[in-house]
Protein backbone atom coordinates (compact mmCIF):
# COMPACT_ATOMS: atom_id res chain seq x y z
CA UNK A 1 0.00 0.00 0.00
CA UNK A 2 1.05 3.44 -1.02
CA UNK A 3 0.23 6.48 1.07
CA UNK A 4 0.50 9.69 -0.62
CA UNK A 5 0.12 12.87 0.74
CA UNK A 6 -0.40 15.89 -0.65
CA UNK A 7 0.03 19.66 0.24
CA UNK A 8 0.74 23.50 -1.24
CA UNK A 9 -3.07 24.21 -2.10
CA UNK A 10 -5.04 27.41 -0.71
CA UNK A 11 -6.67 30.65 -1.92
CA UNK A 12 -4.92 32.70 -4.70
CA UNK A 13 -5.95 35.23 -6.86
CA UNK A 14 -6.57 35.03 -10.08
CA UNK A 15 -3.05 35.30 -12.25
CA UNK A 16 -1.32 34.06 -9.26
CA UNK A 17 0.99 30.69 -8.68
CA UNK A 18 0.94 28.00 -6.61
CA UNK A 19 2.91 24.93 -6.09
CA UNK A 20 1.46 21.49 -4.96
CA UNK A 21 3.54 18.96 -3.91
CA UNK A 22 2.43 15.07 -3.17
CA UNK A 23 5.26 12.95 -1.43
CA UNK A 24 5.10 8.89 -1.74
CA UNK A 25 5.72 6.12 0.86
CA UNK A 26 7.74 3.51 -1.52
CA UNK A 27 10.60 2.74 -2.06
CA UNK A 28 10.31 2.47 -6.09
CA UNK A 29 8.39 5.68 -6.53
CA UNK A 30 10.84 5.40 -9.84
CA UNK A 31 8.25 3.05 -11.25
CA UNK A 32 5.36 4.65 -10.54
CA UNK A 33 3.63 7.20 -13.60
CA UNK A 34 2.45 10.62 -11.01
CA UNK A 35 -0.31 12.44 -11.80
CA UNK A 36 -2.65 15.04 -10.24
CA UNK A 37 -6.11 14.96 -11.44
CA UNK A 38 -8.56 17.33 -10.63
CA UNK A 39 -12.44 17.49 -9.71
CA UNK A 40 -14.55 20.87 -9.35
CA UNK A 41 -18.04 21.29 -7.77
CA UNK A 42 -20.66 19.36 -9.72
CA UNK A 43 -18.11 17.90 -12.47
CA UNK A 44 -16.14 14.46 -12.63
CA UNK A 45 -12.50 13.90 -11.65
CA UNK A 46 -10.48 14.96 -14.62
CA UNK A 47 -6.93 14.06 -15.36
CA UNK A 48 -4.66 17.69 -14.79
CA UNK A 49 -1.03 16.52 -15.74
CA UNK A 50 0.77 12.72 -15.81
CA UNK A 51 5.03 12.42 -15.59
CA UNK A 52 6.75 8.78 -16.34
CA UNK A 53 9.28 7.46 -13.83
CA UNK A 54 11.62 8.77 -16.77
CA UNK A 55 10.27 12.20 -17.02
CA UNK A 56 7.67 12.13 -19.83
CA UNK A 57 4.89 14.52 -19.25
CA UNK A 58 1.51 14.53 -20.46
CA UNK A 59 -1.01 17.80 -19.80
CA UNK A 60 -4.93 18.51 -20.42
CA UNK A 61 -5.32 20.98 -23.07
CA UNK A 62 -6.72 23.42 -20.31
CA UNK A 63 -3.36 23.80 -18.73
CA UNK A 64 -0.73 23.18 -21.03
CA UNK A 65 1.46 26.36 -20.98
CA UNK A 66 0.49 27.42 -17.11
CA UNK A 67 1.39 24.01 -15.36
CA UNK A 68 4.45 22.45 -15.04
CA UNK A 69 4.28 18.93 -13.74
CA UNK A 70 7.96 17.44 -12.52
CA UNK A 71 9.14 14.45 -10.26
CA UNK A 72 11.92 14.25 -7.48
CA UNK A 73 12.75 10.39 -7.32
CA UNK A 74 15.27 10.85 -4.75
CA UNK A 75 12.84 12.50 -2.59
CA UNK A 76 10.22 10.12 -3.63
CA UNK A 77 7.91 13.43 -4.57
CA UNK A 78 5.75 15.33 -7.75
CA UNK A 79 5.51 18.65 -7.98
CA UNK A 80 2.64 20.58 -9.85
CA UNK A 81 4.00 24.15 -10.35
CA UNK A 82 0.22 26.17 -11.34
CA UNK A 83 1.23 29.85 -12.89
CA UNK A 84 -1.47 32.09 -14.47
CA UNK A 85 -4.11 30.49 -12.16
CA UNK A 86 -7.60 31.11 -13.75
CA UNK A 87 -11.40 30.72 -11.53
CA UNK A 88 -11.97 28.00 -13.30
CA UNK A 89 -8.50 26.12 -12.15
CA UNK A 90 -10.70 25.65 -9.11
CA UNK A 91 -10.96 21.97 -7.79
CA UNK A 92 -9.41 19.59 -5.47
CA UNK A 93 -6.34 18.36 -6.76
CA UNK A 94 -5.67 14.66 -6.44
CA UNK A 95 -2.14 12.49 -6.92
CA UNK A 96 -2.29 9.82 -8.38
CA UNK A 97 0.39 6.84 -8.47
CA UNK A 98 0.36 3.94 -10.72
CA UNK A 99 3.31 1.21 -10.68
CA UNK A 100 3.62 0.99 -14.23
CA UNK A 101 4.36 -2.84 -14.00
CA UNK A 102 1.25 -4.04 -12.54
CA UNK A 103 -1.60 -0.79 -12.82
CA UNK A 104 -2.07 -0.22 -9.14
CA UNK A 105 -3.27 2.72 -8.50
CA UNK A 106 -3.30 4.53 -5.52
CA UNK A 107 -5.14 8.05 -4.46
CA UNK A 108 -4.05 10.81 -2.22
CA UNK A 109 -6.66 13.06 -0.09
CA UNK A 110 -6.71 16.04 -2.26
CA UNK A 111 -6.00 19.31 -1.63
CA UNK A 112 -8.30 22.41 -2.07
CA UNK A 113 -7.37 25.28 -4.81
CA UNK A 114 -9.54 28.10 -4.63
CA UNK A 115 -8.88 30.65 -7.47
CA UNK A 116 -10.56 33.75 -6.59
CA UNK A 117 -10.42 37.82 -6.06
Known amino acids: QVQLVESGGGLVQPGGSLRLSCAAS????????MSWYRQAPGKQRELAAS???????NYADSVKGRFTISRDNSEKTVFLQMNSLKPEDTAVYYC???????????WGQGTQVTVSS
Open 96 to 106: NAVLQTTNSNY
Open 26 to 33: TRIFSQYR
Open 51 to 57: ISGRGST
